[in-house]
């Protein structure tokens, strides 16, 4: 593994680069590139994403833009392609002359790259990234510390780097996407909470995905943490870490929480030892956790009635994050589950299915999939949209029976976005008589 804290160098004015997509980080790396007087290209497939005014704007201040479908000829004379966190390298790659001198880096890369030097702790992780992130802040700012919170969690870096004013410490979420095309990137503290199949639509196999998340600590050297979940010291001997690393666990050290869950103690626990480098106490860390509610869509309590707990977990979109799920509850759980299936063997939950669930109502898209690993072990049903399900379960549950949304799935069979699907679930919690 490479090694080094030297940052990447700002690119040189005048330098022609291309910023593929005009969504939030586009938008925001597009400003970045005006600021510092590069020579910029806008691609961006979709026709209405930007409006013509915008498009006059842009072109008026120098800003090629091409719209449509990708072609070589769009990313012809560049040398830096800035990329959006939803963009695919492998789909970009086949438009590029494989002997031209030209870099894709991401939206992250690109911000980091014109910081200051305010320290960065970053973290990344199949699940739990959001939720660490966020008490990562939170115990900072109980500390009395200026904070900005962002990167994949909403805000790009590039909003951040154009804001005049600055942080003491900068908490990022950061995702494979993005750490594939990093290439100086070097957190401080970089945490790698875990890591099971996800996004393999995406990656070309798990060992491209996990070395993605191990980019994380390439630039790191012995002056910076590299904190990992505990089962990954096998996976970490693999890449050589030069920071000093710490494994974490669950020790039960913030007992009072709002948080739900084994996974929810290791990521305050993950969050405190992060926090610690920069000074932060653990009784101000854990008065951080015990005034931290659980974020939307992430066993989110909506309601209480009848005996029966109604909990929102739709930000649960692969089988894993429905294991961490099941097995933070004690009470008899009665699961909805379904949507655009995006993997893995659910046969290998069973043993979570026997232990905890009592009921399963699935809903929407993969029907086939889970009543053929699941069928006979518990209860089923389906239904082709989630309303009635959450109905069924509703008119079935007993008091201390949880009904739980941690749908193992995209929700682009329904719905937008994971969020969109969580908010309709509220909505017809709310609404049971």
Known sequence: MQQGRERGAKIPKGTRVAIVGFGRSGRAALRLCLREGLNIRLIEQNPKALTPEEAGILRARGVEIFV????????????????????????????????????????????????????????????????????????????????????????????????????????????????????????????????????????????????????????????????????????????????????????GRFPNTQLLGAHNRINCEVAWQACRFFGVTEKNAAKAVAGFSPLPNRLERVREHGGVLYVNDSKATTLAALGVALAAFDRPVRLLCGGKFKGGDPAHLLPLLRAHVVEVALFGASREVFEKAWGGVVPMSWYPTLAPAVQALSTHAEPNDVVLLSPATASFDLYTSYAERGRDFRRIVEGLP
Not at 90 to 118: G, H, S
Request: hydrophobic residues 45%.
């Open 68 to 251: 449509g479908e990708h072609k070589p000829a769009f990313f012809a004379g560049v040398r830096y392609v800035i990329i959006s966190p939803g963009i695919p390298r492998k789909t970009i790659v086949p438009f590029i002359d494989a002997e031209a001198q030209c870099e894709i880096i991401a939206e992250m890369e690109l911000a980091w790259r014109y910081l200051d030097n305010e320290p960065v702790l970053a973290v990344t992780g199949t699940s739990g990234k959001t939720t660490t992130v966020s008490l990562a802040a939170a115990m900072l700012q109980a500390q009395g510390l200026r904070v900005f919170l962002g990167g994949n969690i909403g805000t790009p870096l590039s909003e951040y780097v154009l804001d005049s004013r600055k942080a003491d410490v900068v908490v990022l979420e950061i995702s494979s996407f993005q750490l594939q095309c990093c290439q100086t990137f070097a957190p401080r503290v970089a945490v790698l909470l875990n890591i099971s199949p996800n996004h393999l639509d995406y990656h070309a196999d798990m060992a491209e995905y996990t070395e993605a998340k191990f980019r994380l600590f390439r630039w790191q050297d012995e002056n910076d943490l590299a904190i990992l979940g505990k089962g990954l010291e096998q996976v970490e001997k693999r890449f050589g870490l030069r920071a000093r690393t710490l494994f974490v666990g669950d020790v």
